[in-house]
């Protein structure tokens, strides 16, 4: 099984995805990653370093993995990737913007 997880706020998920084996989503292949409301995807690299991937959507995790950004093929053994949930679009935007801060970079979403 591939070591790329998911660590979901079950909590915040709707309940037809609070239900999936969240332990066998894996990064590859990118399209069975389901499609939820997110505010933010992280990655820890194998040297222990936090990246940011996205805030918003999952299809743009997606598209990160399929253009090989951060070499995510090279290297997706051992990436832990964190999903927080946040329906309201609002404190979407808010928080993206706090990453985006924090981090100082300049993120496609």
């Given at each position: ?10 909590s ?5 995805l ?9 990064l ?19 040297e222990g370093?936090?990246?940011?991937l996205?805030?918003?959507q999952?299809?743009?995790?997606k598209r ?8 995510v093929?090279?290297?997706n053994?051992?990436?832990d ?18 990453i ?7 993120l496609?979403?």
């Amino acid at each position: 099984m591939n070591k790329s997880v998911f660590k979901v706020n079950r909590s915040s998920l709707p309940e037809e995805l609070a239900k999936l084996d969240w332990q066998r989503v894996g990064l590859h292949p990118s399209n069975e990653i389901p499609e939820v409301a997110c505010v933010f995807v992280i990655t820890k690299t194998e040297e222990g370093v936090l990246v940011p991937l996205q805030a918003a959507q999952t299809g743009n995790l997606k598209r990160y993995i399929d253009a090989d950004i951060l070499k995510v093929r090279a290297h997706n053994n051992g990436l832990d990737i964190q999903y927080i949930l946040e329906e309201d679009e609002n404190k979407r935007r808010e928080l993206k913007n706090i990453i985006d801060s924090f981090f100082g970079l300049d993120l496609v979403y």
